[in-house]
């Protein structure tokens, strides 16, 4: 995936929540001889400013790096090349400041549903009493209420979804 959405003009990169400049992601893959190993490019000079407050949907065919791209913005893998700064600060892992819902859930199979919407919060230092108010607003947002008990296993795949937004929710409001 190539593009770019950050003007030369305009406000200057501190005044965005979000900058993206030049990603490029290569991963190391095996060649056909199943042996050696090649570079694959999955992204590349990708860059794009965001403002605060804006909702931004990045939109693009199976395997165009989309993944790829939000790995890196919530620090879970570092770009080949480029940076990438949240209020100006660059980003070096992943950090409370940011939520992310996996394409794949990524729900804890030994959590209930309340458990799992608590974790980032038991993460921050919350005690029982906030982290269950806190959980109990993001759970009903979600409708799930009833099923806060439940494992993930005992959900459909929507209602993990929904688990899994709320979980995003309850840790931080700044990035999704
Ligand atoms: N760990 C990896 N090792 C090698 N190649 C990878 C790895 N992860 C992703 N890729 C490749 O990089 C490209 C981008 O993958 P990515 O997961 O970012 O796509 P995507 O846009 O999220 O796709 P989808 O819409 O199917 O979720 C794909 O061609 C994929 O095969
Ligand atoms: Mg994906």
């Known amino acids: 995936m190539g593009i770019s959405i ?25 060649g056909t001889d199943g042996e050696s190993r090649r570079d694959f490019l999955a992204l590349e000079n990708f860059s794009l400013n965001v403002k605060e407050g804006e ?55 030994w959590r209930t549903v309340r458990r799992n919407v608590e974790f980032g919060l038991e993460m921050k230092g919350l005690s029982a009493k906030d982290r269950k108010e806190v959980s109990q607003r993001f759970i009903e947002l979600v409708n799930l209420e009833g099923f806060e008990d439940r494992y993930p296993y005992e959900l459909s795949g929507g209602m993990k979804q929904r688990v899994a937004i709320a979980r995003a929710l309850a840790t931080t409001r700044r990035c999704f």
Request: some cysteine; overall charge positive.
């Open 6 to 30: 950050a003007s030369g003009e305009g406000p200057s990169p501190e005044s965005y929540k979000i900058v993206l400049k030049d990603l490029r992601q290569v991963y190391k893959i095996r």
């Open 55 to 109: 909702f931004v949907s990045i939109v693009g065919p199976s395997g165009c790096g989309k993944s790829t791209l939000l790995d890196i913005i919530a620090g879970l893998a570092r770009a080949e090349g480029g940076q990438i700064f949240i209020d100006g600060k660059a980003v070096t892992g992943p950090a409370l400041d940011r939520g992310i819902v996996m394409q794949g859930y990524a729900l804890f199979p």
